[in-house]
């Protein structure tokens, strides 16, 4: 079962040292995908400090929401034990970041920028239970489909996407580094019904 909780900062604004360091770990575990999008700048060297700025970047922008993803299963051991919480909290899986307004005005769906389970956690279901959660999020706050962008050169991340029921509408470079996208649409059916096949 995944537990999903929005990243708060402390007052100041930082992300505390314990979370940083999960989340820092989290990044670190996807080199494979930080290597195909160029997000920093040695994927296999990740630091505190990068993962900080680019989480400080996204959370200027009040429209978007940073979504941590956690296993509360007892037995997990889905995570890394050096970045473990000291509260006992249950391990980091995930992350989804999400943006409720695209700055196109013609756009009205929002989007989700990022989805990433932590490398150690693949394969076991968290991905497609942690978009299940952000759809459901976005469904209660009456919204009636979702976007993304998933990056050419990641197969991998279409072939999930799809599996899920997206459906490509468009391809298009990325805002941030003008990166060739492929993007990615789903209708949000209202609560107890049943999407159509």
Same mark, same amino acid.
């Given at each position: 079962? &995944?537990?999903?909780?929005? +990243?708060?900062t402390?007052e100041?604004?930082?992300?505390?040292?314990p979370? +940083?360091? *999960?989340?820092?770990?989290l990044h670190?575990?996807?080199?494979a995908?930080y290597?195909l999008? #160029?997000?920093? !700048?040695? !994927?296999d060297d990740?630091r505190?400090?990068?993962?900080d700025? $680019?989480? $400080?970047l996204?959370l200027? @922008?009040p429209?978007? *929401?940073?979504?941590?993803?956690?296993?509360?299963a007892?037995?997990?051991?889905?995570? %890394?034990?050096?970045?473990?919480?000291?509260?006992?909290?249950?391990?980091?899986?995930?992350? $989804?970041?999400?943006? $409720?307004?695209?700055p196109?005005?013609?756009? !009205?769906?929002?989007?989700?920028?990022l989805l990433?389970?932590?490398?150690?956690?693949?394969?076991?279901? %968290?991905?497609r239970? +942690?978009?299940? &959660?952000? *759809?459901?999020?976005?469904?209660q706050a009456?919204?009636?489909?979702?976007?993304l962008?998933? &990056?050419?050169? @990641?197969? #991998?991340?279409?072939?999930?996407?799809?599996? +899920?029921?997206?459906?490509?509408?468009?391809?298009?470079?990325?805002?941030?580094? #003008?990166r !060739?996208c492929t993007?990615?649409?789903?209708?949000?059916?209202?609560?107890?019904?049943?999407?159509?096949?």
């Amino acid at each position: 079962m &995944l537990l999903l909780e929005t +990243l708060r900062t402390a007052e100041d604004g930082t992300i505390p040292g314990p979370l +940083l360091a *999960e989340l820092t770990a989290l990044h670190a575990s996807n080199r494979a995908f930080y290597t195909l999008s #160029g997000d920093f !700048p040695d !994927p296999d060297d990740i630091r505190p400090e990068q993962v900080d700025a $680019a989480l $400080a970047l996204e959370l200027a @922008n009040p429209d978007v *929401e940073i979504l941590l993803a956690r296993d509360a299963a007892p037995d997990s051991a889905s995570h %890394h034990d050096d970045t473990r919480p000291l509260d006992g909290a249950p391990p980091l899986v995930g992350i $989804a970041i999400t943006l $409720a307004h695209h700055p196109d005005p013609a756009d !009205p769906d929002p989007w989700i920028g990022l989805l990433l389970v932590d490398a150690a956690a693949q394969r076991r279901g %968290h991905g497609r239970r +942690l978009a299940a &959660l952000v *759809e459901t999020r976005l469904r209660q706050a009456g919204r009636t489909a979702v976007r993304l962008a998933a &990056l050419d050169n @990641n197969p #991998g991340a279409l072939a999930f996407w799809t599996s +899920l029921g997206y459906e490509i509408i468009a391809h298009r470079a990325d805002r941030q580094r #003008g990166r !060739p996208c492929t993007v990615l649409r789903k209708p949000l059916a209202p609560e107890g019904t049943t999407p159509p096949a």
